[in-house]
């Protein structure tokens, strides 16, 4: 196969959010560093949210300093509101992604906003992007397929969402997995539903592997055409907001599934792992990845 699949590396952002280690700010970087040589181009970077509330994303603006965008590396920064674009639009992000919870009771624990309140602001934050320019607009929306505290979340809601989005002019739409829920019936099925209410909106899909299935979820979202998928270097992550929510699937586990099979990542799956263990020497805890663990295949 020839088909090439992008891998948004979220480790510095997601995988670290919810760690008990905090994290040196030149740490922080030299991790965005080393993913850029295994080969990572978009990199979810920073999260521009009150770091009172999640000390782990501190030193947002620092990171951006020292690494902004140049050449084909796309610094990704994470905003929930009117403050976090202003933020990302100053430091000169190339791509801001805002997240919309597709429940109530996420929202409010999450954001401090109901799902209308954070379409309200999506809304403002496009509506000056268009007048003012400023960074390249995704958004996430997370618990797409379940929530901790409002349980299931209907293909209704997800495509609703979906569909206001692409109305707004955003140019990529992230489901995601935030508890790791979902299963690959239930994943295609998604994909379906949300291209047919935003048909040339790029899809890109985000699992958490919570429950074992993140990797066959996104086997699910390859085969149904989706090309770009969010991983997580060593299996990093997990929601300070989500009760027992664990790691996204690990980017050398996807990079490996996928390369296994032909598929083009672009990634040094060799680079990626040592990049893994590296980190985990920092946090104190070996990686979750599976292939940080027992290595690629054939083994040189």
Known sequence: MSRKIQIVEVGPRDG??????LLEIEQKIEFIDRLRAAGARRIETVSFVNPRRVP?????EEIMAARPPEGDFSPIGLVLNARGWERAVATGCAEANVVVC????????????????????LAAIAARRKAEGGP?????????????????????????LAGDAARLGVAEIALADTIGVADPWTVRERIAAVRKVAPDTTLRMHFHDTRNTGLANAFAAVEAGVDVLDASCGGLGGC????????????????????????????????????????????????????SRAGGFPKV
Request: proline letters at 5%; one cysteine or more.
């Open 56 to 60: 782990q994303m501190a030193g947002a």
């Open 102 to 121: 597709a429940t109530d009771g996420f929202g409010v624990r999450n954001q401090g906003a109901s799902t209308a309140e954070q379409m309200a602001a």
């Open 240 to 291: 300070p907001f989500a009760p027992d929510a664990t790691g996204n699937i690990g980017t050398e586990d996807l990079v490996y599934m996928l390369e296994r099979a032909g598929f083009e990542t672009g990634y040094d799956l060799d680079a990626l792992i040592a990049t893994a263990q590296w980190m985990a020497g920092l946090l104190g805890k070996p990686p979750a990845a599976s292939v």
């Open 16 to 21: 670290l959010q919810n760690e008990t280690v």
């Open 136 to 160: 390249a607009l995704s958004v996430t929306l997370s618990v797409a397929f379940g929530c901790p505290f409002d349980g299931e979340v209907s293909l209704d809601q997800v495509t609703a």
